[in-house]
């Protein structure tokens, strides 16, 4: 093959929100792009007009904006190879189907729906193809009159590809290697459709393919079937010597690793499978995505980018300009991707603790004021800092036990945190934690330590560290659980000091005092 500038496309189909699938495969297609210097399409492939879904195309829009995948060309962008919609493409697609059908590649079939049915009833594991074809009430069986008779009173038709059967297909996949299928299993599949007067996806992707100069062909293996299909339609257009290049990217299976991915398995154990939220038009109903879930763009995306690729080293943690760096489409995987929601989690965490506590901040106070809280950025940040090295239960989606994790959200701070904000009010004497550590001479030893504060000039950690350590160690008291009953009313939170500083001295006591009045 000739040197070729690298040119590849994200087709989507615009029936719903975009899979987590489709977007590591737009990641691909983008990474090979960049680094080859080539350009990326973005193409709608709306030709199926009974499965169109409004609202689903600016979805993927918006979601490549937030993950920051740019493409060069296409819907939205522009680009001297359009229009990128194909429903803007009708009249180009109708010569060549007329090309196919003059060159005797194809063919016209009016078999009704009843008429398929009845033949489907008939013949077991029926198939349109040279078994059958004869048959069939079509241009290969019909009369030159009676087709143009049937032509004339406006009968319905499908264009069908002529496949010839007993041939070797190969497909040149850069992952898989030259894949070989026999052209007798496959069908005469469907090209166009006189009722809507638009070509199938096969003819439209193939056509477009060829029109937008496209070199290499990214998609997922859901594909892989269909693309003997294509290769044949490449010859049978005379495009063989600018075909592009085949990779089939592995499946992403189930957690478990047994089956493919399914949004079911997201809802069952608490992870999305789409980039954003979306609100079903038809249903109103919503699925999670992981915008909204608290995923980091770039996490998300290196996450994706282990899914059926790795770089051969025991590194995880990339940038996006790594990846492009490095990624080899001859480093995928054959073999299906186990998606490891709980890496998404980790990969998340590594994320954010590569930010500054204050840049975590804005998305905390947001957080706070969802529960009614109005936190300056500067004490939400004190409290990432305090708190972000903590773990968090969870409840785990196939056992339902609950689970402890690192923290790995903005949104795991809340309830973890809400003693910052809000003073304990009613002790739970069921508690554990407080029936072991608050005895009957506690109410009396709570009263001295608070004493022993109030006269702290410098109310720091540090401050009070250097007053409140000699006089624990000079009266052997272990004050620190009941201390931290009444200024968290559990055993949980951060070092002592460090809450109380945050507090400041006013707030440490009233909760001394109102834990003392109630604990007595
Ligand atoms: N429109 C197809 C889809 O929805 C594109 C498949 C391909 O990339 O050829 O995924």
């Not at 009974?50 to 060309?73: C, H, M, N, Q």
Request: with cysteine; hydrophobic share 40%.
């Amino acid at each position: 093959m000739n040197q070729t500038p690298v040119r590849v496309r994200f087709a989507p189909s615009p029936t719903g929100p975009l899979h987590i699938g489709g977007v590591r495969t737009a990641l691909y297609n983008y990474l090979f792009a960049r680094q080859h210097g080539g350009k990326m399409i973005f193409r709608i492939e709306d030709t199926d007009s009974t499965r169109f879904v409004p609202g689903a195309e600016e979805y993927i829009i918006e979601s490549f904006k937030w993950l920051g995948i740019k493409f060069d060309e296409g819907v939205g962008i522009g680009g001297d190879f359009g229009p990128y919609r194909q429903s803007e493409r009708r009249d180009i697609y109708k010569q060549y189907v007329d090309q196919l059908l003059d060159s005797g590649s194809a063919y016209l079939a009016f078999d009704t729906p009843d008429e398929l049915n009845a033949k489907r009833a008939e013949v077991p594991n029926f198939q349109y193809d040279a078994s059958t074809r004869m048959q069939m009430r079509n241009s290969l069986t019909l009369s030159k009159n009676e087709v143009q008779a049937l032509l004339d009173a406006g009968e319905q038709y499908v264009v069908r590809f002529k496949i010839e059967p007993g041939r070797e297909v190969h497909v040149r996949d850069l992952i898989r290697g030259d894949v070989v299928v026999n052209s007798s299993v496959l069908d005469d599949k469907v090209l166009y459709k006189s009722a809507d007067q638009l070509p199938t996806y096969h003819l439209a992707n193939i056509v477009d393919d060829h029109l937008m100069q496209v070199s290499h062909v990214i998609r997922g293996e859901e594909w892989l079937p269909s693309a003997p299909l294509h290769v044949l339609l490449y010859e049978a257009f005379g495009w063989q010597d600018t075909m592009p290049a085949f990779a089939h990217l592995p499946l992403l299976l189930k957690p478990d690793g047994k089956g493919k991915l399914s949004k079911r398995d997201g809802d069952k154990l608490g992870f999305p499978v789409f980039p954003l939220e979306w609100h079903d038009p038809q249903s109103g109903a919503v699925s999670s995505g992981y915008r909204e879930s608290g995923y980091l763009p770039e996490a998300v995306i290196n996450f994706l980018a282990l899914l059926g690729w790795n770089p051969g080293t025991e590194q995880e943690l990339f940038t996006l300009e790594q990846l492009t760096e490095l990624f080899d489409l001859s480093r995928c995987s054959k073999s299906g991707a186990r998606f490891d929601f709980m890496k998404g989690w980790w990969f998340n965490r590594e994320y954010l603790l590569q930010k500054t506590d204050q840049q975590l901040a804005p998305d905390f106070v947001k957080l706070l004021e969802a529960h009614g809280l109005s936190v300056e950025p500067d004490r939400a940040a004190q409290v990432i800092g305090m708190m972000k090295q903590k773990v968090v239960e969870y409840t785990d989606g196939q056992s339902g036990q609950t689970k402890k994790r690192n923290i790995s959200f903005i949104s795991d701070l809340w309830p973890l945190c809400d003693f910052f904000f809000i003073a304990p009010k009613d002790f739970d004497l069921e508690d554990k934690f407080i029936r072991k550590n608050w005895k009957e001479t506690t109410a009396q030893e709570m009263t001295q330590l608070a004493e022993q504060l109030n006269k702290v000039a410098d109310f720091s950690a540090e401050g009070m560290k250097a007053a409140i350590d000699p006089w624990v160690e000079q009266t052997g008291l272990r004050p620190w659980n009941a201390w931290r009953i009444c200024l968290v009313g559990k055993g949980q939170g951060p070092d002592m000091y460090e809450l109380a500083a945050f507090l400041g001295k006013e707030e440490t006591l009233n909760r001394m005092r109102h834990a003392i009045d109630t604990l007595k």
